[in-house]
């Protein structure tokens, strides 16, 4: 039978302490201080040790155990003995440096794909005739492609390889970041944005599950994953920056960024096959892909997402047929996902395919993990809805060029570096409550900035301070969602569970710039068309309290939810144990029990 995750059975044997302190010695079914699954002897782990781990339990500190109490893993029921007494090869500090800046590299190159495409925009209209009203599939293509597949690749990646996939989603960037450097015309822009978007559906759900991989809980992972989540905000900056000066300098102008992103692409490729780790088999040994799920969650996603981005656009916006059927079919299909999910999770017979993502996931740590995916959805809304109005605002209202707008633009790219060190300096000793309401806080100050801003006053008084804050957000919340949603997912499913942390960032991206984009124009249209510039200020500040609003409910989520919750870093040094490898074994144990626990 399957084990509940939040049930400790009363026969299972109690762990000796003396060869397993590392585990509690006793588990409450309702409290998540302690590791929700029974306990036993452990006797693969014996061949697991190495001198990094002794069996005192030295060198495993407490906040390597803790997030909420201890961590909790998913279970999986299909392990094999002998995939959990792997042999790990150790990693050249190196060579465990070259891995984190190759996936932190491909988080940067992700998102300038979006940023200097946003910034080029009205570059992109002059050369092609086109209005700016029918630009924004420029951006909205590459954003619809890769949020809607994050949950499949993320699951293919976990079944069949992450460096495969990794390495598979760069060269396809690669290709198709060259094609849109090529483009004649508007829509086959539209249409290889779409396709470039596939690549890093692909390598940024493997990235997570790489680093989760070849990182034991230590403080090199704390670092590994601050790093990787710094490329968010530092991505987003590098893209305006370059994005800018590329398309104003370059004599190739708008299609200069995507032949340097092709650039990138190439580098990020050669850095995989060279220091990410060979692929081992995968630990489930039922390998089917849930293939009705993955057509559902895809058209469900594609489908509101699409509405999301056109409702303000379309004839009669939100009234329009078909904006109101696509939402109604759309939500239809989301809702006929999480049946069908919850409908093959309850299979124990093994005749149906495993699910594509386990709703049992959301109730991870008394549904703590369905809590931090919100955080991320509020978050995202707050800060790329502020980014992309605060680039409008200087561009349209102040008549700045684009060098000019991602000069002023220019604090989030050096704070998001310094982040980076903050992060992962203080995610060890901080609860992550405060990490999140602070980062979550900050972001939504941002836009309170721009909601109060006197165009007549310096940058230094409202630009300045909000560019720094905004970028706070980003980094706290990617960094600590990853390593939380890392510490609290199986072995089998990290790649999983980071496609997911991405799919809500970018439905919370979609979400905001639409309701965003439905609050300016309301104040547009009530304005009349006599106010002039006054209304198009009050417009653009009432964009900005909508992003202020979503920075203060991402705050108000955390404070409800994971006020409970420690520190989710780690402090001790490395265990030197593959996490995957030991984390199998603890699973398989208590598998084993479940077998023999009465119904």
Aim: charged share 15%; glycine share 10%; aromatic share 10%.
């Amino acid at each position: 039978m399957t084990a509940d995750p939040n049930d400790v059975g009363p026969e299972a044997p109690e762990i000796p302490q003396e060869d397993h302190p590392e585990l509690p010695t006793e588990a409450s079914p309702t409290n998540f201080d302690t590791i929700s699954s029974s306990h036993s002897t452990i006797p693969a782990m014996e061949s697991l040790r190495t001198p990094g781990m002794k069996g005192n339990g030295e060198g495993v500190s407490d906040a390597d155990k803790t997030v909420d109490g201890y961590e909790h893993k998913g279970t999986n029921d299909d392990v094999t003995e002998k995939e959990a007494e792997v042999e790990v090869k150790p990693r050249s500090t190196a060579r465990s440096v070259l891995l984190v800046v190759t996936c932190t590299i491909a988080m940067i190159l992700n998102i300038s794909c979006s940023s200097s495409a946003s910034i080029a925009l009205p570059r992109i209209g002059d050369d092609f005739g086109v209005p700016e009203d029918d630009l924004q599939w420029v951006v909205s293509a590459y954003s619809l492609s890769s949020g809607c597949c994050f949950i499949f690749f993320g699951r293919l990646a976990d079944l069949y390889g992450r460096k495969k996939a990794f390495l598979l989603g760069s060269f396809w960037l690669g290709i198709f970041s060259l094609g849109c450097g090529f483009a004649n015309d508007i829509i086959t822009l539209d249409v290889l944005r779409a396709f470039q978007g596939l690549g890093p559906a692909a390598f940024i759900p493997a990235s997570l599950g790489i680093l989760a991989h070849a990182f034991p809980p230590s403080r090199a992972r704390s670092l590994a994953f601050a790093t990787f989540s710094a490329g968010a905000p530092v991505g987003g900056a590098v893209g305006l920056q370059i994005g800018g000066i590329l398309t104003q300098w370059a004599p190739a102008t708008w299609r200069a960024p995507f032949f340097l992103s092709t650039g990138l692409a190439v580098l990020v490729f050669l850095g995989g096959v060279t220091v990410i780790d060979k692929d081992l088999p995968s630990t489930e040994t039922d390998r089917r892909v849930d293939w009705i799920g993955v057509l559902l969650v895809t058209a469900a996603l594609v489908l509101i997402t699409f509405v999301l981005g056109q409702g303000e656009l379309a004839p009669q916006r939100w009234q329009t047929p078909y904006i109101i059927a696509l939402l109604v079919i759309g939500v239809v299909l989301l809702a006929t996902f999480l049946w069908w999910q919850w409908y093959v999770e309850q299979d124990t017979s093994g005749t149906r395919c495993p699910p594509l993502m386990k709703l049992s996931m959301w109730k991870r740590a008394h549904g703590k993990f369905a809590a931090m995916q919100c955080i991320a959805f509020l978050e995202w809304a707050s800060f790329q809805s502020w980014t992309f109005w605060a680039q409008l605002f200087y561009q349209d209202y102040q008549g700045l060029s684009p060098v000019l707008t991602s000069i002023r633009l220019l604090p989030m790219f050096v704070v998001g570096l310094s982040c980076n060190a903050l992060v992962a300096a203080t995610v060890a000793h901080v609860p992550v409550v405060l990490l999140v309401i602070c980062g979550t806080l900050l972001t939504g100050l941002a836009g309170l900035l721009f909601a109060v801003l006197e165009p007549a006053a310096p940058y230094w008084a409202f630009g300045f301070p909000a560019a720094i804050v905004s970028v706070f957000g980003a980094d706290f919340v990617f960094a600590c969602g990853t390593i939380f949603v890392a510490k609290i997912s199986a072995p089998h499913e990290q790649s999983l569970a980071g496609g997911l942390f991405q799919t809500l960032s970018q439905l919370g991206t979609s979400l905001g710039l639409a309701v965003t984009t439905i609050v300016h124009n309301t104040i547009l249209r009530n304005g009349g068309e006599n106010e002039g510039r006054e209304i198009q200020l009050n417009a653009y500040r009432g964009a900005q309290w909508t992003c202020f609003g979503f920075g203060v409910a991402g705050a108000i989520v955390a404070f409800i939810f994971l006020r409970n919750v420690g520190p989710v870093g780690h402090r001790g040094p490395p265990t030197e144990l593959d996490p995957e490898k030991v984390e199998t074994a603890i699973e398989q144990s208590q598998h084993e029990n479940d077998e023999k626990r009465p119904i």
